[in-house]
């Protein structure tokens, strides 16, 4: 089947950008997006110009290097799925696909579709870790967890670091991400000693480097782990838990 | 300089470069907007129960009008309360917008030269409509003080101050006003409008309050939900009744 594409690219960080009209001719329903670039990049390559610089690793949904967006949407029209795995089967009658990087002030792009996510690393380094000498393993007795609490821990943890849910928020928020961390190690007992601390570290990055939440809503639905909007509040109550307790756990 | 020194030297310059430490901080801004936002919510309902006095007749509604003026006397002196209520929304209000325009600009500020399109749903519809929203309450406050209270510039024809004695003239000033089918309109679009705002608005204080409770969110937003529809039908109803005859 025939695909047209629009494609932003750019040389630089610094350098102006601008959509590249292509046409792939030959695509078929079963190819994902990275393929289809793939394909594209093929022809490009076979004419003498260029490869679309783009990233992609595992491409089976679970190491979060692929985002771009597609036709104003994060990871693709398809919801809650990482672009490696939307596939042309899934647009329906879409043949026209505008491509470009995922977009926020705090995602500045490197070349093509490749954008500096550091700024999400910038997070974690932060707080989203547990920063303590962990000796030996303890016994599997010794440290007991309810099992539905961990279960909702891992589903917090279960955040790929994609960053679409920044590319979807017209504030630039990255609430969603470091809520997820913020959930997801206040629900377990590991590292509770740095608890307010940690609270207090990736609150200041997150303000320090992203925009501010307006509930819109828009993350959730690009999310490729599905982490629930609670994961926001997640960041106010573990800041407010820190504010009121005033000490570093 | 071995190379990746020089690497972590610009990636930590440049991080400085795109982060900005900024007082006061989002968090501490969305606090206020919290606080602020319940207390004009408490005071939106209760001013709207107060309004619905206008259906048992003239008698009642202006009664509750003068009470209002001297609650609490003679404990405390005649409009005490009213004036304390006073002050406390004027600085919450002030708050409250500045620290929502704060917050607009800083979101817009991070989202950067490339805006968000596309958008659907009512989630996103509500949130893009906050602060024109409230830029259109804040013109209804004036408006509303200057017809109903101070009787300035948009009041009606017969507008009456209260007496030296007490007598107000709340319900005649208020069917007059709504007589005037613009004023009525604007005062019916205008609870629509706050209803829109206090939707998402409490849905917001969800997050910025940090509730996560699964239960305790999809309760407060069912409740949200009523507020709001309580807030348009108790308010809006009253300048509608007024202009097709009803209340007279
Ligand atoms: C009847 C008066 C008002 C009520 C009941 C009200 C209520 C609320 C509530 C409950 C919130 C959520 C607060 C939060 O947790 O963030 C909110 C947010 C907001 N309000 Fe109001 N408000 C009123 C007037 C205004 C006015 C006059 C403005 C004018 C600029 C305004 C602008 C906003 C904006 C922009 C937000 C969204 C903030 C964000 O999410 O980033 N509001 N309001
Ligand atoms: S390439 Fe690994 S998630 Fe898409």
């Known amino acids: ?249 | 300089m071995p190379s990746d020194t020089v690497m972590a030297m610009t990636e930590l310059k440049e991080a400085a470069a795109r982060s900005q430490r900024r007082a006061p901080s989002s968090f501490a801004l969305k606090q206020v907007m919290a606080i602020t936002g319940i207390i004009f919510v408490a005071f939106v309902v209760i001013h709207m129960i107060g309004n619905l006095k206008v259906y048992a007749g003239e008698d009642s509604f202006n009664t509750y009008a003068a009470w209002l003026r001297e609650v609490g006397y003679p404990l405390i002196p005649k409009q005490g309360i009213l004036w304390a209520l006073r002050v406390t929304l004027a600085v919450s209000l002030v708050l409250h917008m500045a620290s929502a325009i704060t917050l607009w600009a800083r979101g817009r500020r991070a989202r950067g030269r490339h805006r968000r399109r596309g958008m659907k749903g009512f989630s996103a519809t509500s949130a893009r409509a906050m602060l024109p929203g409230g830029v259109v309450i804040f013109v209804f406050i004036v408006v509303h003080l200057l017809d109903l209270t101070i009787g300035a510039i948009v009041q009606s024809g017969t507008y009456q101050g209260p007496e030296a004695d007490g007598t107000v003239h709340a319900y005649a000033n208020l069917v007059a006003s709504f007589s005037r089918p613009w004023m009525a309109i604007f005062y019916a679009l205008t609870m629509v409008i706050i209803a829109f705002h206090v939707e998402h608005g409490l849905r917001t204080v969800l997050q910025d309050l940090g509730a996560t409770g699964r239960r305790f969110r999809k309760l407060w937003t069912i409740l949200g939900g009523i507020v709001a529809l309580a807030i348009v039908l108790g308010n809006a109803a009253i300048p509608i009744l007024v202009l097709t005859g009803v209340i007279a």
């Open chain 1, 1 to 249: 089947m025939r695909v047209e594409l629009e494609i932003w690219r750019q040389a630089s960080q610094t350098a102006k950008g601008a959509f590249e009209r292509h046409v792939v001719d030959d695509a078929t329903p079963e190819m994902s997006l990275m393929e289809l670039l793939d394909r594209l990049n093929d022809q490009i390559v076979g004419q003498g110009d260029e490869a679309i610089q783009f990233e992609s690793d595992c491409r089976e949904g679970v190491c979060g290097a692929c985002g771009v967006t597609v036709n104003d949407d994060p990871h693709g029209p398809v919801p809650n799925t990482p672009s490696c795995r939307q596939h042309l089967r899934s647009f329906g009658e879409v043949r026209k696909l505008r491509i470009e990087p995922l977009r926020s002030g705090a995602f500045p792009v490197i070349r093509d579709l490749v954008v500096d996510r550091s700024s999400l690393d910038r997070v974690i380094r932060a707080g989203g870790h547990v920063d303590v000498a962990a000796g030996t393993a303890p016994g599997a007795d010794s440290l007991r967890i309810p099992y539905e609490e961990a279960e909702l821990s891992l589903d917090f943890a279960a955040c790929i670091g994609c960053g679409a849910c920044v590319a979807a928020c017209p504030n630039g928020s990255a609430h969603l991400f470091g809520g997820s961390k913020l959930a997801h190690l206040a629900l377990i007992p590991h590292g509770e000693q740095e608890r307010g601390r940690r609270a207090e570290a990736i609150t200041e990055t997150l303000d320090a480097e992203f925009g501010p939440c307006s509930t819109y809503g828009e993350c959730v639905k690009v999310c490729p782990a599905g982490i629930p909007l609670s994961a926001v509040a997640a960041v106010h109550k573990e800041r407010l838990r820190g504010v009121f307790r005033g000490r570093d756990n």
